[in-house]
């Protein structure tokens, strides 16, 4: 039933920022874990980052350095802050939530478009 909207994606210049945040709609019972992945044409879904719910972030290492996950347990959100970006950057980026129905699963997004060119 949760459904999650991402926002936040669109054109930016090799080096600037984007703010990606992730919201989700309906009714919550319990999450757990957020992630962030990303797909560029003709390539498999690639994992960008997590966070726990106690804060602790994992990162890949193609973005290490550059993006930063955060979460707030309150409005149950989670944003990636991307900095430094590279055209190797672009791709859709997708929000998961972990969440509890009858048990612990994830939910997906429906992806927002982030490109990186001059």
């Known amino acids: 039933q949760v459904r999650l909207v991402e926002s936040g994606g669109g054109l930016v210049q090799p080096g600037g920022s984007l703010r990606l945040s992730c919201a989700p709609s309906?009714?919550?019972?319990?999450?757990?874990?957020m992630s962030w992945y990303r797909q560029a044409p003709g390539k498999q879904r690639e994992f960008v980052g997590s966070i726990g719910s106690a804060g602790s972030a994992n990162y890949a290492d193609s973005v290490k350095g550059r993006f930063t996950i955060s979460r707030d347990n309150v409005k149950n959100t989670v944003d990636l802050q991307m900095d430094s970006l590279k055209p190797e950057d672009t791709a859709v980026y997708y929000c998961g939530i972990e969440v509890y129905e009858t048990r612990w699963s994830w939910r997906w997004g429906q992806g927002t478009q982030v490109t990186v060119s001059s």
């Open positions: 309906g009714s919550i019972n319990s999450i757990r874990g």
